[in-house]
C-alpha cells in the first residue's frame, strides 16, 4: 500500500511538473477577457460617442488623402444602394451615335438569344463561347451598352435573380469590367472557356493546366546541393494576423440569421418570418454569419499582447514583425461598396494595428481589398484601363509608409506593382508580399490572355526578387492571400502552376515559408521537389501556412497565430493559435469577448510525427504529420476541429474518405495538384 501510495505522489508530481513545464513554455497568458463595454481610446473622436449607441461610428482622417471620412459611408441607417464611382471603359472602335448604337446592341441581343435557344449549335459550352464571340462585336463598338446588355440576359435566361443580376452586372458594379474583359479576351480560345466556367460550370468543364515550359524562366539554375542555413539558436515572436472583414455598419439586434447576403445589418431578414421579426439577435461582439464589428476587432487586438507576451510599456518584449495575410473590407455586395468604404476600412485598420500591435506590420493585398471587390487590372491593359486600381495601390503604400511599417522606396514599389513590394527586415529577413488576384478566379481581368500564367508580370517581379535574395545569401517570407493550392477550386490552374515552380526553384536554401489567408481557416500545404510528382519527406521542400481569420464568416471562431522563429534560419520552431467562441457572445454582458490559446502545433503533432524537439516545423515536418494522419484518422479529426478554429458549427471529419480528401488537400500546393483530390 505505502508503494502504491508513493508511486500515485510521482505521478502527481510529474503531471504538476509537466503542466508546469508546459505553462514555462507559452509565450504569454492563456487567457485574455476583454472588459466590456467599447474602448472608447481606440479613436480620438466619434460622430457620436460609444456609450450612446452600440454601433459605434469613430471620425477617421485620412493622412493620405488628407479627408476626414463622412458619417453616412458607415452609418448602419444609410446603407448606399449603388457605386458611384468613375466607371471606365474601352474606347469604341468607332464613333457612332446613341440610336445606331441601340440598334447595334439589339442586333447583338437578338443574336445571343437564337444561340441560346436555337439547334444548330449544340452544346452549351459551345453556345456559351459562340454567345461572347457575338457579344465581342458590342464590346468593340458600344462599350457603354454592354453592362445593360448583359443585364437583359441576365434576366431574360434567369442565369440569376433580377437583383442579383444587377448587381452582378451593372456598370457600376461588374458590367464595365466584363466589358473590358469582352474586348481584350481571346473568346473562341482558351479565355472563352474560363469566361464560361466561371459564369456556371455547366457550361463549359473547367480547363486544364497548360504544361509550363520552364526554359529561360529563372535567371540562374538551382545551386547544386542547396539547403537552408543552419539556425542560431535566437528567436523572436512573429504575429499571423489575417481576414479582420471590418464590418463598420454592424448592427446589435439586427438578424444574425439572415436568408440572403452578410447578416447582423439593418437592411437583411429572415424570410421565414414576418417583416420586422428577427429569429436571432445579433450580438455585441459578432455571430457566425457575420464580419467583424468594432468591438470584436479591438478585443482581437486588445488580447494579442497579453496573450503573445509582448507590450509597449517599459521593458516589455516586442513583436519582431507581423504579416496581414490580407481582405480588410466586409463582404458588403458590390453595390453597397466603394472606393471611399474601401479606403475607410483601409485607413482604420491599419490604424488599430499600429496602435496595438508593437512592430512592424507587413500586409499584402486581399481580393476584398479593392473595388470593386476581387479586382485588380494588368497593366498589359492599354492606356488608363492599366492603371484603374492605382488609387488602392496609392493608398495602401503610402498608409503602410506612414506607419513606419516599409521604406520610401518599398512604397515605390507597390505603387508599382499592385500594392507588392519587397523589403528586408531588422532581423536581415527578406519579405516578399504579392498580389493574389492575379491567380484569383474572381479577379475576371485573369481571364486575358489565359495562356499567359504572368500576364501581370507579378511573378516576374518575385523571380527577380528571389534571385536577388538568393545572390545576397538572403532568406525569404512570401506573404499573399489567396492560396495557390488545396483544394483547387479558388485560384486558375496556370498561374498557380508557375508560382509551384518559383517554389521549387528557390527552396528550401531561400524561401523559408509562405504565408496565406483567404479561406478564414486554419490550414497549411506542403510544396515538393519536381512539381509535386513524387510526395515524401525527402522532396518535402517549402510550407504554406494559412492563417485564422478575426472574423467569423462562415461559422467560425475569431483567431490569429503567433509563430516562433529562429532568426538564422527564419525558419518557424512553434505556433499558436488563438480563438474567441463566437457561441458564447449572446450571453455576455458584464465582460467582453475572452480569447484563449486554442493549441500548440508543436505540442498538437510533434510526437504523432515523431519529431525531435529541437527540429523546426518544416515541410518535412508536415509531410511526416500526414504520414501519421495516413496511419490515424483520428488526427485528421482533431485537424478538422482546429481548422474550424474549435468552432461548434464546423462539421466534423471521422469518415476514411474525409480523412483521405484532407491529406491530399495537404499536399496539394497548385490547383493541378488540388483538382486531383476528391472534392468537397
Known amino acids: 500500500?505505502?508503494?502504491?501510495?508513493?508511486?500515485?505522489?510521482?505521478?502527481?508530481?510529474?503531471?504538476?511538473?509537466?503542466?508546469?513545464?508546459?505553462?514555462?513554455?507559452?509565450?504569454?497568458?492563456?487567457?485574455?477577457?476583454?472588459?466590456?463595454?467599447f474602448p472608447t481610446s481606440a479613436f480620438s473622436s466619434y460622430y457620436f460617442p460609444p456609450s450612446a449607441t452600440k454601433e459605434p461610428q469613430p471620425i477617421l482622417q485620412d493622412p493620405v488623402l488628407n479627408i476626414t471620412f463622412p458619417l453616412n459611408l458607415t452609418n448602419p441607417t444609410t446603407i448606399p444602394?449603388?457605386?458611384?464611382?468613375?466607371?471606365?471603359?474601352?474606347?469604341?472602335?468607332?464613333?457612332?451615335?446613341?440610336?445606331?448604337?441601340?440598334?447595334?446592341?439589339?442586333?447583338?441581343?437578338?443574336?445571343?438569344?437564337?444561340?441560346?435557344?436555337?439547334?444548330?449549335?449544340?452544346?452549351?459550352?459551345?453556345?456559351?463561347?459562340?454567345?461572347?464571340s457575338v457579344a465581342k462585336f458590342a464590346a468593340f463598338f458600344a462599350p457603354k451598352s454592354v453592362p445593360d446588355a448583359i443585364v437583359?440576359?441576365?434576366?431574360?435566361?434567369?442565369?440569376?435573380?433580377?437583383?442579383?443580376?444587377?448587381?452582378?452586372?451593372?456598370?457600376?458594379?461588374?458590367g464595365a469590367i466584363w466589358t473590358q474583359v469582352l474586348?481584350?479576351?481571346?473568346?473562341?480560345?482558351?479565355?472563352?472557356?474560363?469566361?464560361?466556367?466561371?459564369?456556371?460550370?455547366?457550361?463549359?468543364?473547367?480547363?486544364?493546366?497548360?504544361?509550363?515550359?520552364?526554359?529561360?524562366?529563372?535567371?540562374?539554375?538551382?545551386?547544386?546541393n542547396a539547403t537552408a542555413p543552419r539556425p542560431n539558436g535566437k528567436r523572436v515572436k512573429v504575429l499571423h494576423i489575417s481576414d479582420f472583414h471590418l464590418d463598420p455598419r454592424y448592427a446589435e439586434s439586427s438578424e444574425a440569421n439572415c436568408s440572403a447576403s452578410m447578416c447582423c445589418r439593418t437592411n437583411v431578414a429572415n424570410s421565414a418570418l414576418l417583416k420586422g421579426q428577427v429569429s436571432l439577435p445579433a450580438p455585441l461582439y459578432g455571430a457566425y454569419k457575420c464580419d467583424t464589428p468594432y468591438d470584436l476587432g479591438l478585443a482581437a487586438l486588445q488580447a494579442v499582447g497579453p496573450l503573445t507576451g509582448t507590450g509597449k510599456g517599459p521593458g516589455e518584449e516586442s513583436l519582431g514583425w507581423t504579416i496581414y495575410t490580407g481582405d480588410l473590407v466586409a463582404h458588403d455586395p458590390q453595390n453597397q461598396l466603394s472606393r471611399a468604404f474601401t479606403e475607410y476600412t483601409e485607413t482604420s485598420i491599419y490604424g488599430m494595428l499600429k496602435s496595438y500591435i508593437t512592430g512592424p506590420v507587413f500586409a499584402a493585398l486581399g481580393n476584398h481589398d479593392s473595388n470593386p471587390a476581387n479586382t485588380d487590372a494588368p497593366h498589359s491593359l492599354p492606356g488608363p484601363l492599366g492603371e484603374q486600381q492605382s488609387w488602392n495601390y496609392d493608398h495602401v503604400a503610402g498608409l503602410w509608409q506612414h506607419e513606419g511599417w516599409i521604406t520610401p522606396q518599398?512604397?515605390?514599389?507597390?505603387?508599382?506593382?499592385?500594392?507588392?513590394?519587397?523589403?528586408?527586415?531588422?532581423?536581415?529577413?527578406?519579405?516578399?508580399?504579392?498580389?493574389?488576384?492575379?491567380?484569383?478566379?474572381?479577379?475576371?481581368?485573369?481571364?486575358?490572355?489565359?495562356?499567359?500564367?504572368?500576364?501581370?508580370?507579378?511573378?516576374?517581379?518575385?523571380?527577380?526578387?528571389l534571385q536577388a535574395a538568393e545572390d545576397a545569401g538572403e532568406r525569404v517570407w512570401i506573404v499573399g492571400h489567396v492560396l495557390s493550392g488545396w483544394d483547387g477550386t479558388n485560384p486558375l490552374q496556370n498561374p498557380t502552376d508557375l508560382f509551384y515552380q518559383i517554389v521549387d526553384r528557390y527552396s528550401p536554401h531561400v524561401i523559408a515559408a509562405i504565408f496565406f489567408g483567404h479561406t478564414h481557416e486554419d490550414?497549411?500545404?506542403?510544396?515538393?521537389?519536381?512539381?509535386?510528382?513524387?510526395?515524401?519527406?525527402?522532396?518535402?521542400?517549402t510550407t504554406g501556412w494559412i492563417g485564422p481569420s478575426v472574423t467569423p464568416l462562415t461559422n467560425l471562431n475569431s483567431g490569429f497565430r503567433l509563430y516562433e522563429v529562429d532568426t538564422g534560419s527564419f525558419d518557424i520552431y512553434d505556433a499558436w493559435t488563438f480563438i474567441?467562441?463566437?457561441?458564447?457572445?449572446?450571453?455576455?454582458?458584464?465582460?467582453?469577448?475572452?480569447?484563449?490559446?486554442?493549441?500548440?502545433?508543436?505540442?498538437?503533432?510533434?510526437?504523432?510525427?515523431?519529431?525531435?524537439?529541437?527540429?523546426?516545423?518544416?515541410?518535412?515536418?508536415?509531410?511526416?504529420?500526414?504520414?501519421?494522419?495516413?496511419?490515424?484518422?483520428?488526427?485528421?479529426?482533431?485537424?478538422?476541429?482546429?481548422?474550424?478554429?474549435?468552432?461548434v458549427q464546423s462539421p466534423n471529419c471521422t469518415s476514411v474518405a474525409c480523412a483521405t480528401a484532407k491529406i491530399c488537400y495537404m499536399r496539394s500546393g497548385s490547383v493541378a495538384l488540388g483538382q486531383q483530390c476528391s472534392q468537397g
Open 183 to 224: 474586348r481584350y479576351a481571346d473568346v473562341a480560345g482558351l479565355d472563352g472557356q474560363y469566361i464560361c466556367n466561371s459564369l456556371s460550370s455547366t457550361f463549359c468543364s473547367k480547363p486544364y493546366t497548360i504544361p509550363l515550359n520552364t526554359t529561360g524562366l529563372f535567371p540562374k539554375p538551382k545551386p547544386a
Open 152 to 174: 437583359s440576359l441576365c434576366k431574360k435566361f434567369k442565369f440569376q435573380s433580377n437583383l442579383s443580376c444587377e448587381v452582378a452586372y451593372e456598370a457600376t458594379t461588374y
Open 410 to 465: 518599398a512604397a515605390a514599389t507597390a505603387r508599382l506593382h499592385y500594392g507588392a513590394y519587397s523589403i528586408k527586415t531588422h532581423y536581415g529577413l527578406r519579405i516578399i508580399t504579392f498580389n493574389t488576384d492575379f491567380y484569383y478566379r474572381g479577379n475576371y481581368f485573369t481571364f486575358i490572355n489565359t495562356t499567359d500564367p504572368d500576364n501581370s508580370g507579378m511573378f516576374s517581379f518575385m523571380i527577380s526578387e
Open 523 to 541: 490550414q497549411f500545404m506542403i510544396y515538393y521537389a519536381n512539381n509535386g510528382t513524387i510526395q515524401n519527406a525527402a522532396n518535402a521542400l
Open 580 to 647: 474567441s467562441k463566437v457561441s458564447s457572445y449572446p450571453t455576455l454582458n458584464d465582460t467582453g469577448p475572452t480569447f484563449s490559446l486554442e493549441y500548440s502545433t508543436r505540442e498538437a503533432y510533434g510526437a504523432q510525427a515523431g519529431w525531435p524537439e529541437d527540429a523546426p516545423l518544416n515541410a518535412t515536418f508536415w509531410h511526416q504529420v500526414t504520414e501519421a494522419m495516413e496511419k490515424n484518422i483520428t488526427l485528421v479529426s482533431q485537424f478538422n476541429t482546429y481548422q474550424g478554429k474549435t468552432s
Open 1 to 37: 500500500m505505502a508503494s502504491n501510495h508513493v508511486a500515485s505522489l510521482f505521478a502527481i508530481f510529474g503531471f504538476i511538473s509537466s503542466a508546469i513545464a508546459n505553462l514555462k513554455s507559452l509565450p504569454g497568458a492563456t487567457s485574455f477577457v476583454a472588459s466590456a463595454g
Open 81 to 132: 444602394t449603388e457605386d458611384l464611382d468613375p466607371i471606365v471603359f474601352p474606347k469604341p472602335l468607332a464613333n457612332i451615335s446613341s440610336s445606331t448604337a441601340e440598334s447595334f446592341i439589339d442586333q447583338v441581343l437578338t443574336q445571343v438569344s437564337e444561340i441560346i435557344e436555337g439547334s444548330n449549335i449544340s452544346g452549351n459550352c459551345s453556345k456559351c463561347i459562340a454567345s461572347l
